[in-house]
């Protein structure tokens, strides 16, 4: 069994920056894809930000040059630095960590971008 723990969100002023971080911990083995996504009241879940074991990454056109994604494998922790942030940027924001084997979502963690 895998457990996530996100933590980070909150509430922020527009143009204002916020860090989120994802610690796994369990029956982890071999974690190949760890990333993050969002989920806006109404909307469907959609990809933030993800990043490979040898630290390839990936990231939804709304937020690049403004997230950075990374990870810590001795940690087993991934990150996600958010700059720039918009009201648009409201949302939930899930951690996704993965292996070939099984996938695991973190309990979530609201971000609110207002002034």
């Known amino acids: 069994q895998v457990q996530l723990v996100e933590s980070g969100g909150g509430l922020v002023q527009p143009g204002g920056s916020l860090r989120l971080s994802c610690a796994a911990s369990?029956?982890?083995?071999?974690?190949?894809?760890m990333g993050w996504y969002c989920q806006a009241p109404g909307k469907q879940r959609e990809l933030v930000a993800t990043v490979t074991s040898v630290g390839s990454t990936n990231y939804a056109d709304s937020v690049k040059g403004r997230f950075t994604i990374s990870r810590d494998n001795a940690k087993r922790t991934v990150y996600l630095q958010m700059n720039s942030l918009k009201p648009e940027d409201t949302a939930v924001y899930y951690c996704?960590?993965?292996?070939?084997?099984?996938?695991?979502w973190g309990q979530g963690t609201q971000v609110t971008v207002s002034s």
């Open positions: 996704n960590v993965r292996s070939i084997l099984w996938s695991a």
């Open positions: 369990g029956s982890v083995s071999s974690i190949t894809v």
